[in-house]
């Protein structure tokens, strides 16, 4: 092999080791954190939605739902603004759910248990398109602020409850999911077996 062309692969080989990397990292978000997905009690520091709005969610990024004896059901927008169960886009119950973000928009979540989502067991995401991403690998924004928040909220969807002291249950999880990294491993074992 002519070194101009070992060279040109090198090269190839780098460029596809990074563009893999930004594409094929991804978070899975925990909801409600140590407590999972459960009707809130009122004591909650924050909810749902104040947490979801300290994040940042990008196309295929996952939500972990951890819950018992309840369900998540994705809705539309005026379900989840009357918590109306009787139509969901897609439902789930198995206790241990993730959900992928294929999309970027909103994306609506009530618990389909009876009175559980007036109570406050649901969730706006708003995922960012992305030419809002500015930094592929960028982390959870740190805590809006108040004003910003409100700016946010703008579509009447979003609780409007005070916002609980910053930092507080901040220990958002990020888990980089186990099977995106084995599917980035073997990507490069077949790249290096046959560059
Ligand atoms: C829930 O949605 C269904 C279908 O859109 C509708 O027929 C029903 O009246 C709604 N129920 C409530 C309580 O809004």
Request: proline share 6%; with cysteine; glycine share 8%.
């Amino acid at each position: 092999m002519a070194s101009g062309t070992a060279v040109t692969s090198k090269i190839l080989k780098n460029v596809l080791f990074f563009s893999l990397m930004i594409s094929v990292i991804s978070y899975q978000f925990e909801v409600g954190e140590e407590t999972g997905w459960v009707r809130p009690t009122g004591n909650e520091p924050e909810t749902y939605n104040e947490w979801a709005a300290r994040n940042r969610f990008r196309i295929g990024d996952t939500l972990y739902f951890k819950y018992q004896k309840d369900s998540v059901l994705v809705v539309n927008s005026a379900d989840y603004l009357n918590c109306n169960t009787s139509n969901p886009i897609s439902k789930f119950d198995d206790g241990n759910t993730v959900f992928r973000f294929d999309r970027s928009g909103f994306f609506y979540f009530i618990s389909g248990q009876s009175g559980h989502c007036k109570s406050g067991q649901r969730l706006i995401v708003r995922v960012m398109h992305p030419s809002e991403v500015e930094s592929p690998v960028s982390s959870p924004s740190p805590v809006p602020s108040p004003a910003e928040a409100e700016r946010s909220g703008g579509d009447g969807g979003w609780d409007s409850d005070d916002w609980g002291p910053p930092g507080i249950s901040s220990t958002t999880r990020l888990t980089v999911a186990s099977y995106f990294m084995t599917a980035l491993a073997g990507i490069l074992v077949i790249l290096y077996l046959f560059m």
